[in-house]
């Protein structure tokens, strides 16, 4: 998981906003660390939601490389018809359920994507790991949010490896969206524990990188 966030632990400027605005200020020694590590993965993924907020492109810019494959994942098929992540700029699969309208399924193929059932009523994101392995030989998953589908690859115990991009502001806002989302816990044996890895400063962000502990 890969993540820029703001000193109180946000993710964009308010509930709704586009964290490109964030990114905006992040240092350009940065940028380049956000996109070297986006050409080392096989694959990217970000949730649908992040996708109709930020139409983001996901690709590989400002250095040399591959752009992975684009992973996102949406139960319905809910992703904008125009979005960019549905263009011709690198490969892209989308997650649906097999309660996903299938005009909208048909309208997302017909822009030249991959589209993956991986589950009933929702996205079963250990089937798409599975698939992704399977399908399209990932064997690295770079996961950019936002914190919705953080909350749940963290529950299914997913992610491996946290680095944060630490931006020096804080925005507030109790419903501004936070690393990760969903449900709390309800004691502290729930937490889930990091072991910091390395942090150092990449141009003027201070940089942290952590291993996920999962409980046995
Ligand atoms: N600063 C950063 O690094 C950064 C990075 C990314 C995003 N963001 C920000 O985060 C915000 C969006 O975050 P968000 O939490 O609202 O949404 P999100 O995590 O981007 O997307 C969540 C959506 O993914 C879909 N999904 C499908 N299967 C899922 C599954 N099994 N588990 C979880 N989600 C699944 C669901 O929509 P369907 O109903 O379509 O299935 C769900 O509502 C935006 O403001 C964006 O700018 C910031």
């Known amino acids: 998981m890969m993540s820029e966030i703001t000193v109180d632990g946000k993710l964009t400027l308010k509930k709704g906003a586009s964290s490109k605005i964030l990114m905006k200020y992040m240092d350009p020694a940065t940028e380049i660390l956000l996109h070297r590590t986006r050409a080392a993965c096989d694959a990217i993924m970000v949730g649908s939601n992040t996708i109709r907020i930020d139409n983001s492109f996901l690709t590989v810019r400002h250095v040399e490389g591959k752009s992975p494959l684009r992973v996102i994942p949406s139960s319905m098929a809910d992703i904008p018809p125009d979005a960019h992540v549905l263009g011709p700029d690198a490969p892209t699969v989308v997650a649906v359920s097999a309660c996903a309208p299938k005009k909208r399924v048909e309208a997302i193929r017909k822009r030249g994507v991959h589209v993956l059932v991986s589950g009933e009523e929702r996205v079963h994101l250990p089937l798409l790991m599975e698939q992704l392995y ?40 109790a419903d501004t969206p936070s690393l990760v989302g969903g449900m709390h816990i309800d004691d502290e044996s729930e937490m889930i524990r990091l072991t910091l890895k390395n942090h150092y400063l990449c141009g003027t962000n201070l940089v942290t990188e952590y291993q996920v502990c999962y409980s046995p």
Request: no cysteine; proline share 5%; hydrophobic share 50%.
């Open 134 to 173: 399977d399908e399209f030989s990932i064997r690295t998953m770079m996961l950019e949010g936002g914190p919705t589908l953080n909350w749940h690859m963290l529950h299914f115990r997913l992610v491996d490896e946290i680095r944060l991009i630490h931006l020096p502001f804080i925005v507030g806002g």
